[in-house]
């Protein structure tokens, strides 16, 4: 093995992944401000007016990104949860810990937005059809595994059990993805799919992706930013954070 | 294309500014509450930094 080889296992260390999360934290802050930029010039200057339902159809621009992020977070931060569990390494339930508050908000923007489009093309806010109470389900999974670790005093009890609810609640998303093939939903089936491809025009596609690359940045961004408060307030009582250049400072 | 029209959004203005509007608010919100975060945990744990150094240098 060459020196070049970067030692990954380093970066399973609070300080050092406290210190790499700062350096590219800017990058996904600024890679996600110009996706999101492109997304939305296109979203409402370049895509064209739906045939059938005309300009309301834009509301697909953020529907269809938030919703897959909202199943996407969920299933990273099970990942970290079970690598929590298993390696025993405290940064990985801190991970989970930084996702689940941007994995909710995508779940409701995803809710949200899907009731905003909702009103208008099926004349309701809200269906009892399997998909959107499965991703109801999810907000409820993301809102419990948040109110769980915030309950429970000792961290590690805490990292445990929310680990465990996390695991158990992975298999709501392949329940959402399926739910409109398995069940007669009101929601629409799949626009993109893995096995058929695209349905839509290329143009709204292609504007739909940048945008789901803007979140993924975004999502990136918020949790890199979130996991160094959380790394900071767990180790407040050791060296290397009282060693830091942001702690002189002030 | 005027404003009034792009702002219509073809009768659908509700629900398309509805939609983005209040994923913009809570997208540009989530990153001033983590701002706000940082800071304030900076602020809490220097201060118990330069606490503990204090008592340490008095005794």
Do not use: C
Not at chain 1, 43 to 62: C, H, L, M, N
Not at chain 1, 151 to 176: E, K, S
Not at chain 1, 233 to 248: F, K
């Amino acid at each position: 093995m060459s020196a070049r080889v970067i030692n990954w296992f380093k970066f399973s260390s609070p300080p050092a992944f406290y210190e790499l999360a700062g350096k590219l934290l800017p990058w996904f802050s600024a890679i996600a401000i110009v996706l999101i930029g492109i997304g939305l010039y296109m979203s409402f200057f370049v895509a064209p007016t739906d045939y059938k339902q005309g300009e309301g159809y834009r509301i697909i621009f953020i529907h269809v990104p938030a919703a897959w992020m909202s199943m996407f977070i969920y299933v990273i931060m099970a990942l970290w949860s079970g690598i929590g569990l298993v390696f025993n390494t405290r940064l990985s339930a801190m991970m989970a810990q930084a996702l689940a508050p941007t994995g909710a908000m995508f779940t409701f923007l995803a809710l949200w937005t899907g009731a905003f489009w909702g009103k208008p093309m099926w004349g309701a806010w809200w269906v009892w059809d399997a998909r959107l109470t499965s991703e109801l389900i999810l907000l409820f999974l993301y809102i419990g595994f948040i109110a769980l670790q915030g309950a429970i005093d000792d961290n590690r009890r805490a990292d445990r059990a929310g680990a465990i609810l996390a695991l158990v609640g992975v298999v709501n998303i392949p329940i959402i993805y399926y739910s409109v093939k398995w069940w007669n939903t009101l929601h629409q089936g799949a626009s993109v799919s893995i096995s058929k491809g695209s349905s839509m025009g290329e143009v709204m596609l292609i504007t739909m992706l940048i945008m789901t690359f803007g979140f993924w940045a975004y999502s990136i961004a918020v949790a890199l930013s979130r996991v160094r408060s959380i790394i900071l307030e767990r180790d407040r009582e050791t060296t290397w954070v009282s060693q830091l250049p942001e702690m002189q400072a002030k | 294309m005027s404003a009034s029209e792009f702002f219509y959004m073809g009768g659908y203005g509700l629900y398309v500014w509805g939609s983005f509007g209040v994923s913009a608010l809570l997208m540009i919100l989530e990153p001033i509450l983590l701002r706000n975060r940082r800071r304030a945990t900076l602020k809490r744990i220097s201060r118990i930094i330069r606490l503990n150094t204090e008592v340490r240098n008095e005794s």
